[in-house]
């Protein structure tokens, strides 16, 4: 875990200028929305949202909610059916998530998704986290502002016991108004699931929907699942060989630090030099990249269980055992 100086800022427009471009250089931010503070990096650039999971020492891969400025801006994201635009016409600005197809256009990074096909938006009622969103001008993944295990901030203050020294900026914009999360309903299909309980609540959904909600997935919350129960989890459809030394000819391989999978049919490298951000950020996509019909299981170098590689390991054990 590297030392960051974390910079205090205020609301003030300078300042939210400077957080702005924090992210867009790829730093993490700490900015309110009107439910908890969020912990925010560039949505579409991996290694920014890798630095989430490092800062936060979570140790495994969620998918993350992509935080936009506008309706117009999440639609550029993902694909709304009829009734998740009218929930988002309904309810934003404000605690409601929308889990949607990905658009064609989706810029979103595969490790702020999971490697899922969906994408989770939100388009948050907080004039500060709407001026850091404005100032970036992409989708800012952003989870709750707060250590793993550790319950979800209110205030700067909280966040900076939490994450001072672990991250570039928090932007002080006083206490939060809703003060739990946002709800998440998936909108997948025909179907609307409550996927997590939160600051909007069933009944005003249930009455702008005219029909009642159906339950989500097990573990599409922040409950903790049996591994390969999670349906909100990308899993590849090849097997997947963990602690690998090389790759057998009918095999993929996935490489960590130089050399290895001189046999294999098909090989990509989390990172050649051994880098474990790095290689979080190029995970999802290198396992889908490697998840081809004629692999009949991808064959994965060791990688070393300290910082990020407890939740790259994490991840790949449940591939290995979802079956
Ligand atoms: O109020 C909130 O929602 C706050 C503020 C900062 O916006 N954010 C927040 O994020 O609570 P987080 O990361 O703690 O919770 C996101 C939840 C996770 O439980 C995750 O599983 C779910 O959203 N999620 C994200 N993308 C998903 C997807 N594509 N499918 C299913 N669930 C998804
Ligand atoms: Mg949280």
Redesign the pocket.
Known sequence: MTYRNTLHLGADPSSLATAGRILAEGGLVSFP?E??Y?LGADATNGRAVAGIYEAKGRPRF????A?VASFELARGQGVFSPAAERLARAFWPG?L?L?VPKAPTCTVSEIA?AG?D???L?V?DHPVAHAVLEAVGRPVA???ANRSGHVSATTAAHVAADLDGRIDAIVDGGGTKVGV??T?L?CLGDRVAM??P?GLSRDVIEDVLGFALAEGPEG???EPVAPGMLA?HYAPRAHVRLDAENAEPDEAWLGFGPGGGEQARVSANLSPSGDLTEAAANLFGMLRLLDRADIHAIAIAPIPGDGLGEAIRDRLARAAAER
Do not use: M, W
Request: glycine share 10%.
């Open positions: 929305t439910t908890v969020g969620n998918p993350l909610i935080h605690p998530t889990v998704t899922l969906s994408v989770a939100r948050p952003a989870p709750s999360e946002s998440i998936s996927l997590r939160g599409a919350g922040d909100s």
